[in-house]
């Protein structure tokens, strides 16, 4: 985040943590109905902007590439791994070029790696104006949550505060939802937003705290 928002996030942070630890039994309920919601909603994390390229893996399953334009099915084959590159106002997949400004690189495993981490969800790449291209991780809310919550505080903490923390990153993560709708992507995944370390972030208590 930047400073204005960190300490916002902070001050957030201790009220909310207050709220917790002073709410009524069916207090907690109605607002553990209210975070359901949230369940079906999608963010999307900038992994890697204005990159030359982009290799991506299926984390253990076959790839499935479309266009992220009107979802046709690109011929790429079964594969593994798969690099996608800015071809002027193309992209490439695998040294092929299509006329697409977008594609999508969904894994079977519901999962999929990119520069030594995994990730949920599935990802989406855009060529850029310069040529190259925008890799972003589209995923459920929750998970997003998950991830960041580990990162942004230490495991240790006790779930009262863990919790507090899930609020503030979900909220945070909504008011860039709206403000960036125009754009390919919602948030960084780095501290100018809210540290996002992919699955190998998320722990137990950080799952406990988004439950």
Same mark, same amino acid.
């Given at each position: 985040?930047?400073?204005?928002?960190?300490r916002?996030g902070?001050?957030?942070l201790?009220?909310?943590?207050?709220?917790?630890?002073?709410q009524?039994? #069916?207090?907690?309920?109605?607002? #553990?109905?209210?975070?359901?919601?949230?369940? =079906?909603?999608?963010?999307?994390?900038?992994?890697c902007?204005?990159?030359? %390229?982009?290799?991506i %893996?299926? =984390?253990?399953?076959?790839? !499935?590439?479309?266009?992220?334009?009107?979802?046709?099915?690109?011929?790429?084959?079964?594969?593994?791994?798969?690099?996608?590159?800015g071809?002027?106002?193309?992209?490439?997949?695998n040294?092929?070029?299509?006329?697409?400004?977008?594609?999508?690189?969904e894994?079977?495993?519901? !999962?999929?790696?990119? #520069? %030594?981490?995994?990730?949920r969800g599935?990802?989406?790449v855009?060529?850029?104006?310069?040529?190259?291209?925008?890799?972003?991780?589209h995923?459920?809310?929750?998970?997003?949550? !998950?991830?960041?919550?580990?990162? @942004?505080?230490?495991?240790s903490w006790?779930? @009262?505060?863990?919790?507090?923390?899930?609020?503030?990153?979900?909220?945070?993560?909504?008011?860039?939802?709206?403000?960036?709708?125009?754009l390919n992507?919602?948030?960084?995944?780095?501290?100018?937003?809210?540290?996002y370390?992919?699955?190998?972030?998320?722990? @137990?208590?950080?799952?406990?705290a988004?439950?």
């Amino acid at each position: 985040m930047a400073d204005s928002y960190r300490r916002a996030g902070i001050f957030l942070l201790l009220s909310v943590i207050a709220v917790f630890s002073f709410q009524p039994r #069916d207090a907690v309920g109605k607002e #553990d109905q209210a975070i359901s919601e949230f369940f =079906d909603v999608e963010v999307r994390v900038v992994l890697c902007k204005s990159c030359l %390229g982009a290799e991506i %893996g299926g =984390d253990g399953g076959a790839l !499935t590439v479309s266009s992220g334009e009107n979802g046709a099915i690109l011929n790429v084959g079964e594969v593994s791994k798969i690099l996608a590159e800015g071809a002027g106002d193309e992209i490439k997949v695998n040294h092929r070029s299509y006329p697409v400004r977008a594609v999508r690189v969904e894994s079977s495993s519901g !999962t999929f790696s990119f #520069d %030594g981490k995994r990730y949920r969800g599935y990802a989406l790449v855009w060529i850029a104006p310069n040529g190259s291209v925008d890799l972003i991780n589209h995923l459920p809310l929750e998970a997003y949550i !998950t991830s960041v919550v580990s990162n @942004e505080i230490p495991k240790s903490w006790p779930l @009262e505060a863990q919790k507090a923390q899930a609020v503030a990153a979900r909220t945070y993560a909504l008011y860039k939802r709206q403000e960036n709708a125009g754009l390919n992507y919602d948030v960084a995944a780095d501290v100018s937003d809210q540290a996002y370390g992919g699955i190998s972030a998320e722990s @137990e208590a950080s799952a406990r705290a988004v439950a």
